[in-house]
């Protein structure tokens, strides 16, 4: 295991993702998850690039791994991709509602 070298992963997937390079965005978060399986912010960012583009049996396997959402998301505002989670029922809402426009829209 190599914590931080996982979260540097993460991060850059991230970032890439933010630059609309999902390959690239999906290939370091696969990596950030295979460096530490027990980061659950990598794998559900991971399970939000899934669900984001349409792979929602993968989102819905990555979040199960995840235990569900990290503590640190607060809702779609904190992270884009809880609101296509929420929409497609892969993530409790814990009173959380999509706001303004919904991703795939």
Same mark, same amino acid.
């Given at each position: 295991?190599?914590?931080?070298?996982?979260?540097?992963?993460?991060?850059?997937?991230?970032?890439?993702?933010?630059?609309?390079?999902?390959?690239?965005?999906?290939?370091?978060?696969?990596?950030?998850?295979?460096?530490?399986?027990?980061?659950?912010?990598?794998?559900?960012?991971?399970?939000?690039?899934?669900?984001?583009?349409?792979?929602?049996?993968?989102?819905?396997?990555? %979040?199960? *791994?995840? /235990?569900?959402? !990290? $503590?640190?998301?607060?809702? #779609? @505002?904190?992270?884009?991709?809880?609101?296509? %989670?929420? *929409?497609? /029922?892969?993530? !409790? $809402?814990?009173?959380?509602? #999509? @706001?303004?426009?919904?991703?795939?829209?």
């Amino acid at each position: 295991m190599a914590p931080k070298r996982a979260e540097i992963y993460n991060l850059r997937g991230v970032t890439l993702q933010r630059l609309a390079e999902p390959q690239e965005a999906a290939d370091a978060f696969e990596k950030a998850v295979s460096l530490d399986g027990s980061d659950r912010g990598a794998r559900f960012n991971l399970a939000a690039h899934y669900a984001f583009y349409g792979h929602v049996d993968k989102a819905r396997a990555e %979040l199960a *791994k995840a /235990g569900g959402l !990290p $503590a640190t998301v607060g809702g #779609p @505002a904190d992270h884009p991709e809880l609101g296509r %989670l929420l *929409k497609l /029922g892969l993530a !409790p $809402a814990h009173g959380v509602k #999509p @706001a303004g426009k919904e991703v795939g829209k």
